[in-house]
């Protein structure tokens, strides 16, 4: 196995890279590749009289903490971060530890490295300390905005990293909003609390509890805290600052008078072990996972001690397949995906064959209304037709016995006349004979 270091990436000096490397070669079974400036580096290791097998890679170029990420990527090519994570890319390195610029080391790891499939954005997976030993928090910072398809993968990821690396069994998933109910929190909440419901049902090894609120995260509500970059990078920070203030409380408080001092003796060795848990020296870096290679993020002031335990963290992540895993997983997703699309295909071709069938089915009726319309008019008009015809046939009937009366009434008159004119022509005979 081979690890590769940006010994020039970080705040001070390079000294403190080389005495984590130097320690951490001492307790994992690894090369360490050194990727900086050489005659540094050698003078370094002639300097602690070291025989450890240890391979220096020379580099001409650094990116600083002020340098922008994505032209310091593309135009430092001989930078020792770009030339570790184009190693990392072709396999000549299993892992590759940076201090130095964070927003650098993300674009990088994206452009040199690229993503697994599947995965839309890369997350960093921090280790936070709990009541009940270690957490994950991820996103940590890496992405401020997201749609619910990313939290859904950052859960996926950090639940992996959680159980192959940490070795919690069964790590519980939750999701972190501002109440435990379901319809709690904003819309990209809701729909990731829906989205990790769906991938539990389909997992048998992701445990989702639900959601959880920040004052839980302490006393261990969760063993993976899943939320945008944004959030846990705030909850990172403030955490880290509550954490300073109450050392510098506890020390005023046991540096106040001789009898505190006298309990902070009696008090030492628990106050210790407190303050190792608290400590981010103990869990070194934080990887950034989603991408085809593993990459750890190093604290930018990390120390030797902090150097030392990202490198042994590194080792024990290539050793538990984190990368295979989250693979794996990644294409149960899409597997699910797929069913439920092409399912819902299947649903839109039925609904539009049903829809087809009700149009055939209401145009042939429009067409039976209309030939039944159309043979009810022509019945109609047949109708109206012997109507008319009867009706004219009867008003000639009428017509012709008009005539007939009229005919039989003019006969009489004529008969009328007759006998008028017979009676008038027998008077006047009569009249005559009686004259003479």
């Not at 509550?242 to 005023?252: G, P, Q, V």
Request: proline share 2%; with cysteine; glycine share 8%.
């Amino acid at each position: 196995m081979k690890i590769a270091i940006d010994i020039m990436g970080g705040d001070g000096d390079l000294k403190r890279r080389i005495d984590g490397a130097i320690e951490a070669s001492e307790k994992i079974d690894a090369q360490l590749v050194l990727i900086g400036d050489k005659d540094q580096i050698q003078q370094e290791l002639m300097l602690k009289n070291t025989n450890h097998d240890m391979q220096i890679i020379h580099s001409t170029e650094s990116i600083d903490g002020d340098d922008s990420p994505v032209k310091a990527i593309k135009r430092k090519k001989n930078s020792s971060m770009v030339m570790g994570l184009v190693g990392l890319r072709h396999h000549e390195y299993d892992a590759f530890i940076s201090a130095g610029n964070t927003g650098a080391l993300l674009v990088g790891s994206l452009l040199k490295v690229g993503r697994i499939k599947g995965i839309d954005r890369p997350g960093i997976c921090t280790v936070y300390p709990t009541t009940n030993g270690m957490a994950v928090l991820v996103d940590a910072g890496a992405n401020a905005d997201c749609k619910p398809r990313n939290l859904l993968e950052f859960a996926i990821m950090g639940n992996i990293y959680a159980h192959n690396v940490l070795g919690i069994d069964e790590p519980r998933v939750g999701l972190l909003n501002i109440g435990h109910e379901e319809g709690k929190g904003n819309t990209l909440v809701k729909e990731v609390y829906d989205l990790l419901l769906e991938y539990a049902h389909i997992s048998d090894n992701f445990n989702f509890i639900g959601n959880i609120e920040a004052r839980e995260i302490p006393n261990a509500a969760a063993d993976v805290i899943v939320c945008d970059g944004f959030t846990g990078n705030v909850v990172l920070k403030l955490t880290e600052g509550m954490a300073k203030m109450f050392s510098t409380e506890l020390r005023s408080v046991f540096t106040k008078s001789f009898k505190t001092k006298l309990g902070a003796i009696a008090v030492k060795d628990g106050l210790d072990d407190m303050k190792n848990k608290m400590d981010y020296r103990e869990y070194g870096g934080a990887p950034l996972l989603g991408v085809k290679g593993l990459v750890v993020k190093a604290h930018g002031s990390s120390d030797a001690k902090a150097f030392m335990n990202a490198i042994i963290y590194a080792y024990k992540a290539v050793n538990s397949n984190v990368l295979a895993d989250i693979t794996q997983s990644m294409e149960m997703v899409k597997n699910n995906e797929d069913k439920n699309l092409n399912s819902a295909e299947n649903m839109s071709v039925q609904s539009e064959k049903h829809t087809k069938e009700k149009i055939e089915n209401h145009e042939n009726v429009d067409e039976c209304i209309e030939n039944t319309k159309a043979t009810e008019d022509a019945e109609n008009t047949e109708d109206i037709e012997i109507n008319l015809e009867e009706h004219t046939n009867t008003k000639m009937v009428d017509t012709a016995t008009i005539q007939e009366i009229q005919e039989n009434a003019d006969e009489k008159m004529e008969d009328v006349e007759n006998k008028e004119k017979n009676i008038d022509e027998t008077e006047q005979s009569t009249e005559n004979e009686e004259k003479e």
